[in-house]
Nanobody, 122 residues
Framework: QVQLVESGGGLVQAGGSLRLSCAAS????????MGWFRQAPGKERELVAA???????KYADFMKGRFTISRDNAKNTVYLQMNSLKPEDTAVYYC????????????????WGQGTQVTVSS
């Protein structure tokens, strides 16, 4: 079983940066693919980025090089560095995990954090 706790959200001006962290409990974290999803009010939860245990990554097209996902298996932590933030990036950001390789659909992930709010002001 893996439990996930996100941190690092907050209020930032457009063009600013935030770094989200997701701390995982459990000894098998290194075997899990991890994803960052986001959900804005009235919208579906969407993939932002995902990473395999070995470091292979997948990004949503809207990232356009602004965000970077990484992980530190020794610290049981996955990160999302977000640069050049835009007001449309405002959402609750969720960390998610699944055994094996990453998938792009939220339904394919078994473990979820509680979410952290990111608000970008114009």
């Amino acid at each position: 079983q893996v439990q996930l706790v996100e941190s690092g959200g907050g209020l930032v001006q457009a063009g600013g940066s935030l770094r989200l962290s997701c701390a995982a409990s459990g000894r098998t974290f290194s075997n899990y693919a991890m994803g960052w999803f986001r959900q804005a009010p009235g919208k579906e939860r969407e993939l932002v980025a995902a990473i395999t245990s070995g470091g292979n990554t997948k990004y949503a097209d809207f990232m356009k090089g602004r965000f970077t996902i990484s992980r530190d298996n020794a610290k049981n932590t996955v990160y999302l560095q977000m640069n050049s933030l835009k007001p449309e990036d405002t959402a609750v950001y969720y960390c998610a995990g699944r055994w094996g390789y990453y998938r792009t659909g939220a339904a394919d992930y078994d473990h979820w954090g509680q979410g952290t709010q990111v608000t970008v002001s114009s």
